[in-house]
């Protein structure tokens, strides 16, 4: 009977230890969720990790602002990271961790005070994929984007340098999946030390599942700006969801019956769009997107203008011709390619002044961009500002017996100061320098053109002088 009792004890004590580590196992996979904030003093940008533990495979969605984080944002997240650029003011972010009917919520209040004299930019880009397989495109967005010169960098190396008045994108091949570190760097003259902004890319391979999809799309007749955007969508008729976006915001959020709410019909205002169509299928869970860049209604002006020298000096004023809203356009001026500078307010009256170099041949261009006119248009003109060349003269004494001979400049004005390039037969032989050192070149028998060419700061085009030289 005692051995019975030890028996039955032992036993509930076993069965009480089962039942104890099997609450305990529940416990542990009991999922949660938390924000891990990472951000500069003074700086827009912060960075937001979800750090989940107790459960795979779940899905994550963040808001800012009680706002979802979709569309085209969605590409702020990389994995569970949530880079984003915000405004000046109080902020919540939020992430929900969900697994089938069970939700967990974390939620943190950040309140973003940019650092307004700090001379360092706060550089930031975004990201989206932008040709299949391999190929993204990044945005850089900051504040003073225009007035300042950046640079690409992909796994430390220099890819493209962009300048202020260029495009703000990069299009870059990855070649392979993998992941990389994308950046945006640079340095000024108030920022020496130079500031960087970076994110690492996972690029993977594309779902073969997705199916390929396009849209056609036509003008509504009899209706201003109206269009109707038609999707087409090959490899499946098994359609989950169809989303249409313009400029980044989901206009049409719908389950595909697998025979209607595949077609979008919006009127625009004037200007230039991004239209993207989304679907979702069993197979392609994340979904496949399709993006076209359309312009609606408007015209570019026609341009032109008038030059005017400013006396003796190498400088020019610059009249540009009327066109509807030329007061309210920023009329943007390129010389030999280089962004010189803006016209002045009322630009029809108040012409752009410029200074050349000094005597040479230049390209003077006038560019504008509208909202009519988002792609911009240009008008150019070949300016040529003449110099003053010298008169050109040699003498060439032959070297004794032999079919060799020295080439003497005559004097001009600068002629110590300049190099004398000699040709035979149009193809360059050599220079010389002064008049006191004569240039030397042996000939065979025969008939040869000789010329002298010198280029100087009044004279950029140069000028040259020839003669015929008979050697036997």
Not at 430 to 438: C, K, R, V, Y
Request: proline letters at 6%.
């Amino acid at each position: 009977m005692k051995k019975l009792s030890i028996w039955f004890i032992a036993t509930l004590i076993l069965v009480l230890g089962f039942t104890s580590c099997e609450v305990n196992e529940e416990f542990d996979k009991d999922p949660q969720v938390e924000i891990v904030v990472d951000n500069k003093e003074g700086s827009a940008v912060y960075r937001f990790e979800a750090k989940t533990s107790g459960v795979e495979d779940a899905r994550l969605v963040w808001t800012i602002d009680g706002n979802v984080i979709d569309g085209e944002n969605q590409n702020d997240i990389i994995n569970q990271i949530l880079d984003y650029l915000f405004e000046s003011g109080t902020h919540t972010i939020c992430v929900q961790l969900i697994k089938g009917d069970l939700v967990r919520e974390a939620c943190v209040e950040i309140n973003v005070e940019v650092d307004e004299n700090n001379p360092c930019p706060d550089l930031f880009f975004k990201q989206e994929r932008y040709k299949e397989p391999y190929t993204y495109k990044f945005f850089a967005n900051f504040r003073g984007i225009q007035e300042i010169g950046y640079g690409w960098f992909v796994n430390g190396e220099l890819v493209e340098d962009s300048s202020a008045d260029e495009r703000n994108y990069l299009i870059y091949d990855f070649k392979e999946p993998g992941v990389y570190e994308v950046c945006i760097k640079t340095e000024t003259p108030d920022c020496p030390e130079g500031v960087s902004y970076c994110k690492e890319i996972i690029v993977e391979e594309p779902n073969r599942a997705c199916p390929e999809i396009a849209f056609e799309k036509e003008m509504v007749a009899g209706t201003v700006n109206t269009y109707v955007f038609e999707s087409i969508i090959e490899g499946t008729d098994n359609v989950s969801e169809i989303n249409w976006f313009i400029n980044d915001a989901r206009i049409e959020n719908s389950t595909d019956s697998q025979s209607g709410n595949r077609v979008l019909r919006y009127q625009f205002e004037s200007g230039v769009y991004k239209v993207c169509l989304q679907v979702i299928t069993p197979d392609c869970p994340e979904g496949v997107k399709y993006c076209k860049e359309i312009r609606v209604g408007g015209a570019c002006p026609e341009l032109l203008f008038e030059s005017e020298k400013d006396g003796d000096k190498s400088a020019y004023y610059f009249y540009p011709g009327a066109f509807d809203g030329i007061d309210d356009t920023t009329l943007e001026w390129f010389v030999n390619g280089d962004y010189v500078g803006n016209s002045p307010e009322f630009p029809h009256n108040n012409p752009f002044y410029y200074e050349f170099a000094g005597p040479g041949r230049y390209e003077v261009c006038l560019m504008i961009e509208t909202p009519e006119c988002p792609n911009g248009t240009s008008f150019c003109k070949i300016i040529e500002i003449e110099g003053s060349c010298p008169e050109l003269s040699f003498e060439l004494e032959q070297d004794g017996g032999n079919p060799a001979y020295y080439f003497y400049p005559g004097n001009f004005t600068g002629v110590e100061d300049v190099s004398s390039e000699w040709f035979v037969d149009g193809e360059y032989v050599g220079s010389s320098s002064g008049q006191q050192n004569p240039f030397y070149y042996q000939f065979n028998p025969g008939t040869y053109e000789i010329c002298l060419a010198i280029e100087t700061p009044n004279c950029p085009m140069g000028v040259e002088i020839c003669k015929e030289l008979v050697v036997e």
